[in-house]
């Protein structure tokens, strides 16, 4: 059953109909129990009445007269509360009666009577209750008797013996006696007084407890509404401490979970469709990638082999021989571009395949950056573009990885240099930013237009050419530098004003993990530069090779055969491995095919050092360089550097000061050094070569003692006394023998003396380096002195 | 087939020079365009009996520049023919829907593409002798 008003009415109707109930059964109980006590008192009074008129009786009947007997009748009815008086005789029949005024009519005997058994009765009296007209009366009857025995010679008469029934007295009284009738209905009201204020007590303590329990219930009901609708943010409030309390916190907590599951769901939900997305646009992104591809591998295919086939469809005498020249030039310019191509996507699948990885190392990026712009020179002197370079102090080995950092500038500058017109500028600007190294690369050119600037970094994508202007490219430059970039942990962007240029800023962390500083350092003190296999089967250019190297920084194993070679490659995990094409039995393309194709040495770079010249095949196998015999220690050092490995790029950082006044000596011992891979800087006189020890502070300085301007004892006390040049170990470099003051001059001012006479390369060398270890410890204990 | 004039557009160089060679020694006379922009342009002023079109060009590809040519009343009956690297399905699908009047994939076979470019070179002339289109080219050229 549903009650308008809900819960709260449904409680409260019940409450008070319960209360309304009680309360009037217990006022009627109440008032039937007064009216009996009345009705009990009333009986007990009547019955004592009568007792006293019926021991009274017992000599009127027998004896008094008739007068005597109306006069006691008449004292008994004049009792307020009497109605009526019977007296009856032995045969029943009525002797003398009396009634109160306000009664009409005393009842007759014949009328039927109740006998009212509640009420206390002795053996000779008895009690009736009868109604006559509105009266309810109760009527006592009490026999009269002879008194027999004893009692009667108390009194001094009797009748005999034996106690005798000589008749009846009949007192009836009433409740409707004016003064009870007050009574009952005083106590009536009161009782109805009381119970109407406790009905109302009732209800209010119903309606407050209706408030106390329902109202929370009602809030909890609102809140479960609101909370089906969808606002699960809600909070009930949770004030009472009792079972509601209770169960407003439980809904709380359950609103909450539903709230963060929901949150969860939404976030769930919204992580599926963006993977979805992502899913979705990275499968595009492959196809739209597999389609440029192809486009782009076509498109050098297409001048491949439509002038080849010119060449080889066309009889000689229809091509002029420059035709011929400038298509097989075309030929072998697409061949190469294609070339590039393929690498640099091979390079970007092993980005997007997760394979590439970054060899971090100390690097000098000073040096990095003149590597790069010497490679890049060229390209801007066709255009007559100068080109800057601007290395900021105090940037310190950089942990980067060298192959990675170059290909980065390379693509960068020779983009720059490719979109710059003819006279414009270019340059590279280093800085350290906190822990980042910054690299600028800026240029005058063209500039990018604002719509593409988005997308300069997709792979293929090239910018709007302007007419007559080609800029050929992979298309793959910018995309691969600003994986690499990522690779490290940097970011690249870009700045650019079309018509005004573009400037390119990548930040690489500059910190290397301090497991892989240990090594790098480790590395030096050693001495023990990377592992390079040279697979090489005539021995002489074997022992060529190992002295190139060597001087070079690198350790070197041997190979004589294939065999021999595939064994060491996968024992000694070499850092590189030269491959001589012309060995017995099995021969360097067997060789490198199967380092290729084995997981352990698949990776070591691969350099071509052969007679052979079948370079397209050679990298086609998977050479990382290919290098024709005979080749210049130089050459040979420069292109294993590219590969990263640190001891040529650390030995490069080495600053040499030559102050030599004999050219043919400087000469001979600048060469000596820049092979080894120092960096040299030369002075002509001791002037110069003050200014430059201070401006560059290199480290390390060689001169030799004859020298006009200054005596080199001067110059050498000066280095001394600049606070700037003190550090910096010097060497005496002479050809003639010293006498003993000499030395001791020399000596006084912590001065090695090499005389010439005695030197050779690799003393030197080893001193130079000793005394750098011993810089470098140093410098690591500030206070040993 | 000789004297009649082609505008080739390719912004890649050495495949520019390769069929400029193909068509030069079939007597073809060749007027060289490297962007959309520039073909629009050449395709306006000098009125080619053919344009051969390089979808893949760098900013405005050929697609637009086809379309553009297309729609131009000028110009729109110079048959166009696509010269692609585009090999994918839909590839040619498109080429078509933009316009062009023939297809011709990368790498070319230097032996039937000018054989393809005089098919088509034929067919123009055939459709303009058919409307009396010599005429109807003269009328366009003085509108100019």
Known sequence: ?785 | MAGERILLVEDNMANRRMAEFLLKSRGLIVIEAVTGAEAIELARTERPDLIIMDLQLAGMDGFAATRAIKADPVTRHIPVVAMTAYAMSGDRERALEAGCDGYITKPIDTKAFPEIIAGHLAASRRRSDDKGGSGQARAGREDV
């Open chain 1, 1 to 785: 059953m549903k009650l308008p008003g809900g819960l709260s009415s449904k409680f409260a109707l019940t409450v008070s109909a319960l209360i309304v109930v009680t309360s009037v059964a217990l006022g009627s109980f109440m008032i039937n129990h007064d009216i009996q006590l009345i009705s009990r008192g009333l009986v007990y009074r009547g019955a004592s009445l009568v007792r006293n008129l019926a021991y009274h009786l017992e000599y009127e009947l027998q004896f008094a007269s008739e007068q005597r007997l109306a006069e006691l009748i008449e004292g008994v009815v004049k009792q307020e509360d009497v109605l009526y008086v019977i007296v009856q005789g032995s045969d029943k029949r009525i002797r003398a009666s009396g009634k109160a005024a306000q009664l009409a009519e005393i009842p007759p005997l014949n009328l039927s009577r109740g006998a009212a058994r509640d009420l206390a009765t002795g053996d000779k009296m008895e009690v009736f209750r009868l109604r006559w007209g509105s009266d309810d009366i109760y009527e006592i009857v009490h026999r009269v008797t002879t008194r027999g025995g004893r009692a009667r010679e108390e009194i001094g008469f009797g009748v005999g013996g034996e106690e005798q029934t000589i008749g009846w007295a009949r007192i009836g009284i009433s409740l409707a006696v004016q003064p009870i009738e007050e009574t009952i209905s005083d106590i009536k009201r009161t009782i109805a007084m009381v119970t109407g204020l406790v009905i109302i007590v009732g209800i209010l303590v119903a309606v407050l407890l209706v408030k106390i329990i329902v109202r929370p219930l009602r809030d909890l009901a609102a809140g479960a509404q609101r909370i089906e609708k969808g606002e699960l943010g809600l909070k009930v409030s949770a004030k009472s401490r009792d079972e509601i309390g209770d169960l407003a916190v439980s809904f709380n907590r359950m609103a909450e979970a539903l709230n963060a599951r929901e949150t969860d769901n939404a976030r769930l939900v919204g992580a599926l469709e963006e993977s979805n997305r992502s899913l979705g646009m990275a499968s595009q992104h492959k196809s739209q990638f597999l389609a440029n591809m192809s486009h782009e591998l076509r498109t050098p295919l297409n001048a491949i082999i439509g002038f080849s086939e010119i060449l080889l469809n066309e009889p000689e005498s229809a091509l002029p021989l420059e035709v011929r020249q400038e298509f097989q030039g075309h030929i072998h310019e697409s061949g190469r571009h294609l070339l590039r191509l393929i690498n640099d996507i091979l390079d970007l699948s092993k980005v997007e395949a997760g394979r590439m990885t970054i060899e971090r190392e100390l690097v000098d990026v000073g040096g990095t950056v003149d590597g790069v712009l010497s490679t890049v020179r060229p390209l801007a002197s066709k255009k007559q573009i100068t080109v800057t370079a601007e290395v900021g102090s105090g940037i310190g080995p950089v942990g980067v990885d060298p192959a990675k950092l170059k290909q980065i500038l390379y693509n960068l500058l020779s983009n720059a240099i490719k979109f710059t017109e003819e006279l414009g500028q270019v340059g590279v600007r280093v800085t350290r930013d906190g822990g980042n190294i910054s690299f600028v690369v800026w240029d005058t050119g063209i500039g990018i237009p604002h719509d593409e600037q988005a997308r300069i970094f997709d792979e293929f994508y090239q910018i709007q050419q302007t007419a007559g202007k080609e800029y050929p490219g992979t298309g793959l430059g910018l995309a691969l530098a600003k994986k690499f970039v990522e690779l490290h942990g940097g970011q690249i962007s870009l700045k650019s004003e079309p018509g005004s240029g573009s400037t390119f800023t990548f930040t690489i962390p500059s910190a290397l993990r301090q497991q892989e500083q240990r090594q790098t350092e480790a590395a030096v003190v050693d001495g023990a530069g990377p592992l390079v296999l040279v697979i090489e089967d005539d021995e002489r250019t074997r022992e060529l090779l190992k002295f190139s190297l060597t001087r070079g920084g690198y350790r070197v194993e041997e190979a004589r055969d294939g065999d021999e070679a595939l064994a060491k490659a996968r024992e000694l995990r070499p850092a590189i491995i030269t491959l001589d094409i012309l060995l017995p039995r099995r021969d360097g393309w067997d060789v490198l095919r199967t380092l290729k194709d084995d997981p352990v040495t698949r990776d070591t770079p691969v350099v071509i050092v052969s007679i052979v010249d079948e370079q397209q095949r050679g990298y086609s196998l998977g050479a990382a360089d290919y290098v024709l015999k005979p080749f210049s220690r130089d050459d040979l050092l420069q292109r294993l550097a590219s590969f990263g490995f640190s001891a040529t790029i650390r030995a490069q950082a080495i600053k040499a000061l030559l102050v030599v006044d004999d050219s043919e000596l400087m000469t001979s011992v600048a060469g000596m050094l820049e092979s080894a891979g120092f960096h040299t800087l030369r002075a002509q006189g001791p002037r110069d070569g003050l200014a430059l020890a201070v401006d560059a502070r290199p480290d390390v300085i060689l001169l030799n003692l004859v020298m006009p301007e200054m005596s080199a004892f001067e110059m050498m006390r000066r280095l001394k006394a600049n606070q700037w040049t003190k550090e910096i170990p010097v060497f005496v470099v002479t050809a003639r023998s010293l006498d003993e003051a000499d030395k001791l001059a020399l000596h006084s001012l912590a001065i090695e003396v090499i005389e010439k006479a005695a030197f050779s390369t690799e003393d030197l060398l080893g001193e130079i380096r000793w005394l750098m270890r011993l810089r470098g410890l140093r410098v690591d204990l500030p206070h040993g002195g």
